[in-house]
């Protein structure tokens, strides 16, 4: 039997290192507004009404947040959040651009079945990893991302105005390859998807390319107390790489995105090992093979097969499950039902319930912190702007006394 990864139970931070001006991506708003939305980083405030009290929350909920407002106040969570500033952070993963192009339909052509519609304009979004890395990087000041571009039509320029400044990007480029662009186009008056084309290229990455990436992870993965595989199943991260992750990361935190792309072809089980597993209901069925038991059922045998110390399996409107070696699920109710887009909204969970596991919260503290970062997420169309940390805590003080 596979020894178990090592408990985490006490952490200890390295203290971030000067980070040179030069180093940092500009984060100017492009003059194309077709082209890249002009997201909110750092200099602006969020709006007052994403973090407003939610209008309607489920009897369940309102149990819950009865039963979780007797162990946790809201300065008790909003202070254990602020204790991550000083977590270093190292985020892998694939780059997608969500483009969201917005149309009138105006009927059918009489000579096509097709829906027929006027442009209204476009909109670009910081996706994939980017989106993740933008979330962390505004709880944690020290983030550095690495990802692999395509060479062709790389969209470098836009990668880099679109991320926090307190992010370090480490682009790759795949030669023969276009960056991930995923057009979705939208009926603008009530955000109905449409149709989707995806512009990609999911071979393997090219052995040269391969080497080059691993032996960079290689002398940085030592330097950071909590490392993110934001895997979207695209190339981005091959089996070499995750032998890697599984061998030197000091704590590794791992999202395996099941999508119409990767169906069938991408689940955890491609990981020997993780510290936190954050996947929803589908992707683990899928890993486990089984699709009508309990899920409680399954998330034990899953643990002990990655060697799992914490598991997370969001479930839609059914919230959240998270579980901790030796400590009972928590179950969290879904904390608001105002929804405008769940593109990115699993993402949002990952990039901010990553770093709780790593500083061993509990599994109900994690599972709640999560649900309320989703709960803000799905109230942003696509990735315009990551969730803000005064946001976060504006709703938590809604939520608890």
């Known amino acids: ?49 994403l973090a407003a009290v939610p209008r309607e929350i489920t009897p369940e909920a309102a149990e819950f947040l009865r039963e979780f407002g007797a162990r946790y106040t809201a300065d008790e969570v909003i202070g254990k959040l602020r204790a991550l500033r000083r977590m270093k952070v190292l ?62 039509d790389s969209k470098e320029d836009f990668v880099r105005a679109n991320l926090r400044p307190n ?27 449409l149709f989707e084309v995806s512009f990609f290229d999911d071979q393997p990455l090219r052995a040269e390319l391969e080497a080059e990436v691993c032996d960079y992870l290689d002398a940085a993965l030592a330097d950071y107390d909590l490392v993110i595989a934001s895997d979207f199943g695209h190339g981005c991260i ?23 792309i990767n169906y069938g072809y991408h689940v955890i089980s491609r990981y020997p090992s993780a510290d936190y597993v954050c996947i929803d209901e589908a992707e683990t069925r899928m890993a486990c093979r089984d699709r009508y038991s309990p899920i409680e059922n399954l998330v034990r045998p899953l643990s002990r097969e990655l060697r799992a110390q914490v598991v997370t399996v969001t479930r839609g409107h059914h919230g959240s499950l998270t579980w901790r070696a030796g400590k009972p699920f928590a179950h969290v109710p879904v904390l608001s039902r105002q929804v405008v887009d769940t593109v990115g909204a699993g993402d949002a969970f990952l990039s901010v319930a990553a770093p709780c596991a790593a500083a061993n919260f509990p599994p109900d503290l994690v599972g709640f912190i999560g649900n309320a970062v989703g709960a803000l997420a799905v109230r942003i169309v696509g990735n ?8 976060l805590y504006e709703f938590i003080r809604t939520l608890l006394p």
């Open 1 to 49: 039997m596979t020894a178990p990864r090592e408990p985490h139970d006490e952490v200890s931070f390295n203290e971030p290192e000067g980070i040179e001006a030069e180093s940092l991506p500009r984060t100017t708003p492009r003059d194309d507004a077709a082209d890249s939305a002009s997201i909110r980083l750092n200099s602006e405030p969020p709006p007052a009404d």
């Open 167 to 193: 992010i370090r990007p480490k682009l790759f480029a795949q030669p023969g390859a276009p960056t991930t662009v995923k057009r979705r186009y939208l009926q603008k008056f009530l955000l109905q998807k």
């Open 238 to 260: 091959t089996r070499r790489m995750i032998d890697l992750l599984c061998a030197r990361g000091r704590f590794l935190a791992v999202n395996t995105q099941l999508n119409s």
């Open 384 to 391: 315009a702007q990551p969730v803000h940390p005064e946001m």
């Open 91 to 152: 985020v892998l993963g694939d780059t997608i651009i969500d483009e969201y192009h917005f149309v009138r339909p105006y009927g059918m052509p009489t000579k096509a079945s097709v829906i027929a519609a006027q442009y209204l304009e476009a909109q670009s979004y910081a996706g994939g990893v980017l989106a993740v890395a933008n979330h962390v990087a505004g709880f944690c000041d020290d983030v550095h991302l690495v990802t692999v571009l395509g060479a062709q």
